[in-house]
């Protein structure tokens, strides 16, 4: 038996997506780009990676552009959402940088081709640059305006094969109403897809909750600012809300 396969033998997942939002990486004011947050973020993911597991990150690029807000100032809606495309691809970089600096290899692939920077997105590439150890940094969305940094990370997932889609969030899962606003929200330990999707609950947005529940990807909403919390899912540790096919009946609710 290889080290590697011995390494993640009692992991329950071996090939991840990561889902984190630009608001991540951003400093406390919720704009730019801390370097020591993103170094953390860093650390947090090279525990998994040293575990064996194969990575891929899909990063969105609020903390620096919000194409619907953009839009709503008067920038036509495409033109608004390419250039947020720009500012994921930013964080990317960014996000490279950091993890090269703890040694990790990565990849950095963009939906929008820009050879000086990045490596274009190609499925077969990626997959085998995972299959390699490498860490795929996914950046410029799906390519398309009009779609969410979610529903590229749902996509991605789906074409790399991942086990799951983790989605980073400042919460520690998905609760029945914004719990920095409601002391009384309550937290779900599991949700089905179509409970997430009929009562609306801020999981992802419907296209790619509609999505995973096609093609059955299981979703864990977590609070990456919990040490250790990544590496705990990969050892099948309870964290955050999993968000999964199962009977409608069985949801339940932390008290």
């Known amino acids: 038996m290889s080290q590697e396969t011995s390494s993640t033998s ?8 990561l889902k984190l939002s630009g608001e991540a990486l951003c400093t ?6 801390d370097a020591e947050t993103v170094r953390g973020i860093a650390g947090e993911i090279k525990r998994v990676h040293d575990l064996g597991v194969e ?39 960014a996000m490279q940088d950091a993890m090269e600096k703890l040694e990790m290899v990565t990849r950095v692939q963009t939906a929008i081709e820009m050879p000086p920077v990045a490596e274009p997105f190609i499925r077969r590439r990626a997959v085998r640059h995972l ?33 799951v889609l983790l989605k980073a969030t400042k919460v520690d899962g998905v609760y029945d109403d914004d719990p920095m606003r409601n002391a009384k929200a309550r937290k779900f330990e599991e949700l089905s897809y179509m409970r997430a999707l009929t009562m609306e609950l801020k999981v992802m947005d419907s296209t790619a909750l509609s999505l995973c529940k ?19 899912i990969m050892r099948g540790q309870k964290r955050g809300t999993l968000v999964h096919d199962m009977e409608e009946p069985e949801w339940s609710v932390s008290r």
């Open 10 to 17: 009692n992991l329950v997942y071996s090939r991840i997506l």
């Open 28 to 33: 406390r004011k919720g704009f730019g780009i």
């Open 131 to 163: 299959e390699k150890g490498r860490i795929v940094i996914l950046a410029a969305g799906s390519g398309n305006p009009f779609f969410t940094t979610d529903t590229a990370a749902a996509l991605r997932a789906v074409e790399l094969n991942a086990q």
């Open 214 to 232: 096609d093609n059955l990807l299981p979703i864990v909403v977590f609070n990456l600012n919990e040490t250790g919390a990544l590496e705990a």
């Open 55 to 93: 990575i891929a990150i899909v990063i969105g690029g609020g903390n620096i552009w919000r194409g619907a807000d953009a839009a709503a100032t008067g920038i036509d809606r495409a033109t608004a959402d390419y250039m947020g495309m720009l500012a994921t691809v930013m964080n990317a970089l």
